[in-house]
Each structure stands twice: as C-alpha cells, then as structure tokens.
C-alpha cells in the first residue's frame, strides 16, 4: 500500500512537470504545422503560450440614453411612467389569476372523467371526445397566456 501512494504521488508530481514544459510550432518544408516538446534542428519554431488565460471581467452595460426631448427629471414623464408601471402590474396580476383558474380547470378534467354539464338546464356528462378538446384547449391557454 506505500509503495503504490509513494508511485502515486512520484507520478503526479512528474506530471506537473511535464505539463508546465515548452511546446513549440513549426512547419516542415511540406508546409505540414508540427508541434513538439523540442524544437527541430536547423528549422525556425516558435514557442506556443501553454497558460491558461484569465476571463477579463465583465463591464457593465452603459446606461440607456434619455430619449430626444424627454427630461429624467420631468414631473410629466414620471407620472406617466408611475401609471404605466401600475397598469402594466395590475395586468400582471390579473394574469396569474386567470393562470391559476385554467390550472385548476385542467386539473378537474384530467383528474375526474365523469364531469357534469348544464346545457339548456338539463346535466349531462361530458363525452370522452368533449373531455380530451376541453384539455387540450386549456393545455394550449396555458401554453400561450402563462409560460413563465
């Protein structure tokens, strides 16, 4: 068992040595690129950069510019845009209601094959035929209205 940690660790340790050696590049009368541990004799190679290169650091996005005779600061644009954010939330949440209705709805007719119908004040059972259309209608809604 110590012999095979102490190969272990001889083999890792030459490891890294050799990984961090010199790699050079050059191409042969044939015009065919070669690359290698040593440079050819009587030929130009070039050494190649083996390091690995940092990430540069993100920049962050320029802020958007105002448009053409807008003011950030105008009382005007801010109350239009305080009324535009409030409408655009209210839709939001009415929205997620309208979701949360269709889920529920999808949920009772794919759970429950025996639901009930009122046409013309009479009950009567929704068909298998009527059932599968009414759950690929609202598998659709929510396909289109709710993909979050």
Known sequence: MRRMI????????????????????????????????????????????????????????????????????????????????????QKEVERAKYCEAVRTHLAQLQNNPRLMIEVDGEKRRFTEDERQAKIAEDQKSIADTCAD
């Open 6 to 89: 102490i190969t272990g660790s001889l083999l890792l340790a030459l490891s890294a040595t050799a990984s961090a050696s010199q790699v050079y590049k050059w191409v042969d009368a044939q015009g065919n690129t070669h690359f290698g541990n040593q440079p050819p004799q009587g030929q130009d190679a070039t050494q190649v950069n083996t390091g690995v290169a940092q990430p540069k650091p993100a920049t962050p996005a320029p802020a958007p510019l105002p448009l053409p005779g807008t003011a950030a600061d105008d009382p005007a644009q801010k109350a239009i845009d305080e009324k535009v954010k409030q409408e655009v939330a």
